[in-house]
C-alpha cells in the first residue's frame, strides 16, 4: 500500500527501512500469491492496475483490522499531538492524515499549524510530540524532510508605479519574512509593509487580490499568481529546509511517523518534477 501511495519503490522502501529490492519482492511475491498483476510499473512511475484497484481497498479494511484489533488487546489509547509549520502544511495535509489513520487506526492525533519558531519552543517544553518546521542550524534532534523552493507570487494585476515594494507576509516573527527583508536590503529596494499575518492561506488571498508581493513555497502558490521576481528585479529567495522533531514513541507511532515522512517528501517530489 505504501508503494502505491507514493507512487515509487524507492519512497516506499524509505518509510519503511528496506532496500528497494525488498519491497520489489515483496509486491512480486503478493502478486504471485494471488496470480494477479496489482500494479503496471513504468521507468517513470507505477500506477495500480485494475485488479490493484480492487484489491487495495479490501487490504486496506484487513489492516485497520490488524492494527485495531492489538489496539484493543493492549488496553492502550495512543496520542499524537502534531505541530506542523504554517508554510508546510498545504492543500494535501487532509489527505496526508487520512493516510496515517487508515494505517493506524489506534492513533489519536491533534494538529497545531503556525509558525516554526513557536512550534519548536512548543516541542522543547513538551507540549507537541512532533515539530514539522524550517531548519535551525543548531538543532541536532532534527530529521531532514524535503527543501522547499521559493518565490516573490503576485497577482498579474500588481502595480508599483515607482513606489517601495508592498511586501506581503505571514507575521513579523516569520524568518520567511526576515530573509525576505535582509535580500531586498542587501539589494537595495526599497519597500513597505502592505499585509501582515492571518497564515500563508491568508497571504495567498491578499496576494491574488493584488495588494502586494508575498515570498512563498512554489508548491503552495496558486494558479492566480505568477512569480514576479524576474519582472521587479527582486533578489532570487533561497531553498528552505523543513525538518521532523520528534521524541521517543513506541514502535506503533514510530512506525506511523515515518510514513508520514515519506508522505510530505513524495509531496515535495511531485512538485518538484
Known amino acids: 500500500m ?23 519482492l515483496k509486491v512480486s511475491r503478493l502478486e504471485r500469491a494471488l496470480n494477479r498483476r496489482l500494479l503496471n510499473r513504468t ?10 484497484e480492487a484489491f487495495l481497498p ?8 490488524q492494527q485495531l484489533a492489538l489496539v484493543e488487546v493492549a488496553h492502550t489509547s495512543r496520542k499524537l499531538r502534531l505541530g506542523i509549520s504554517d508554510h508546510v502544511a498545504g492543500p494535501e495535509l487532509p489527505g496526508v492524515l487520512e493516510k496515517i489513520k487508515s494505517y493506524d487506526p489506534g492513533l489519536t492525533i491533534s494538529v497545531r499549524v503556525g509558525a516554526s519558531s513557536e512550534l519548536l519552543a512548543e516541542y522543547d517544553r513538551e507540549e507537541i510530540d512532533v515539530a514539522i518546521v524550517r531548519s535551525e542550524k543548531n538543532r541536532r534532534d532534527a530529521e531532514p524532510l524535503f527543501e522547499d523552493r521559493y518565490g516573490w ?32 536590503a542587501q539589494d537595495g529596494i526599497e519597500w513597505a509593509d502592505s499585509f501582515i499575518g492571518g497564515g500563508v492561506s491568508t497571504a495567498l488571498y491578499a496576494a491574488a487580490a493584488g495588494i502586494g508581493v508575498a515570498p512563498l513555497p512554489i508548491r503552495l502558490a496558486s494558479s492566480r499568481l505568477i512569480d514576479v521576481g524576474e519582472r521587479f528585479q527582486l ?26 515522512a515519506g508522505a510530505f517528501r513524495g509531496i515535495s517530489l511531485t512538485h518538484l518534477a
Open 235 to 260: 533578489p532570487p529567495l533561497p531553498n528552505v529546509e523543513m525538518v521532523m522533531c520528534s521524541r521517543h514513541m513506541d514502535a506503533h507511532t514510530r512506525e506511523s511517523l515515518r510514513i508520514l
Open 153 to 184: 507570487f503576485a497577482s498579474l494585476s500588481l502595480r508599483t508605479r515607482g513606489e517601495p515594494m508592498p511586501l506581503i507576509t505571514v507575521d513579523d516573527a516569520c524568518g520567511i519574512r526576515s530573509n525576505a527583508i535582509r535580500l531586498l
Open 2 to 24: 505504501l508503494t502505491t501511495d507514493l507512487r515509487s519503490f524507492t519512497q516506499a522502501a524509505d518509510v519503511l527501512g528496506l532496500t528497494q529490492a525488498a519491497v520489489s
Open 58 to 65: 479490501r487490504a486496506r479494511t484487513l489492516l485497520a483490522a
Open 43 to 52: 521507468p517513470r512511475s507505477i500506477q495500480l492496475s485494475p485488479d490493484g
